[in-house]
């Protein structure tokens, strides 16, 4: 009889039992992982306990474990979102730019392009992601190359599958697709990353927006058939 209670209580704790997508399980998650990541930016994630992150989150504990078994498996979870939201915008980009290609529309497509990438990037839970994966390198080996191949790995690759087909059509000169890839990436968002990767915050929306500019102004300049045209 007793075994039969056990079994009927866990049956029903399971069925009782939140689904992941429930509005308070989503609230409980955003608020653990902004509190892991504030506290191993702060302390470190072997200086970090889950009683602490249940603390800051205001949350309790059992909670914090209910969803995370483990600091690691929190930490990959921080890195799994960035990771998901570059592959979301690497997959928007395909066929963005060569859609309906003209020589006259190409640099209002990059402009906004590069608008959307710098915003993209330039945020504080990025920033925050970023700094936390060079302070934790040695402690969490790898999962910073993870990062990278798989976030901003992934966006420049597609965007050196745009510009190859660009430069086929007679859009663009790049002779290395790769190569203009990378650069319009640093162009656009290189100085406001790198100050907010040091000052700890994002710049102003305004400083990220006119540096993305002047970004894509360099790269068509560089690689812009259009423009050389009218020089000549």
């Given at each position: ?9 866990r ?5 009782a ?7 308070r399980?989503v609230?409980?998650?955003a ?12 302390k470190?994630?072997g200086g ?25 498996s ?8 960035a ?15 060569t ?5 006259t ?13 710098a915003?993209?990037?330039?945020r504080?839970?990025i ?11 040695p402690?969490v080996?790898?999962?910073a190359?993870?990062y990278f ?9 597609a ?5 190859e ?11 290395s ?5 990378e ?8 100085e ?11 710049p102003?929306?305004?400083h990220?927006?006119e ?9 068509l300049?560089r ?8 020089r000549?």
């Amino acid at each position: 009889m007793s075994t039969i209670s056990a079994r009927h209580r866990r049956l029903t704790r399971r069925v009782a039992a939140p689904r992941a997508d429930d509005p308070r399980v989503v609230r409980s998650r955003a608020a653990v992982v902004r509190a892991a990541t504030t506290l191993f930016l702060e302390k470190g994630f072997g200086g970090t306990t889950m009683e602490e992150i249940a603390a800051l989150a205001g949350i309790t504990k059992r909670t914090v474990y209910n969803n995370y078994s483990d600091k690691g498996s929190l930490f990959s979870e921080i890195v799994s979102d960035a990771i998901a939201y570059a592959g979301e915008f690497a997959r928007d980009l395909r066929g963005e730019l060569t859609r309906e290609p003209t020589p006259t529309g190409l640099p209002t497509a990059l402009h906004d392009l590069g608008r959307r990438l710098a915003l993209g990037v330039v945020r504080p839970e990025i920033i925050a992601l970023r700094r936390l994966l060079i302070r934790e390198a040695p402690t969490v080996p790898g999962l910073a190359k993870q990062y990278f191949d798989r976030a901003p790995g992934r966006v420049i690759a597609a965007l050196a599958a745009e510009f190859e087909h660009l430069s086929k059509l007679g859009l663009l000169q790049a002779p290395s697709s790769r190569i203009a890839a990378e650069q319009f990436a640093y162009l656009v968002v290189g100085e406001p990353l790198d100050r907010a990767m040091l000052v700890g915050t994002p710049p102003s929306k305004e400083h990220v927006l006119e540096r993305a500019r002047e970004g894509v102004e360099t790269f068509l300049a560089r690689y812009g058939t259009a423009r050389r045209k009218r020089r000549r």
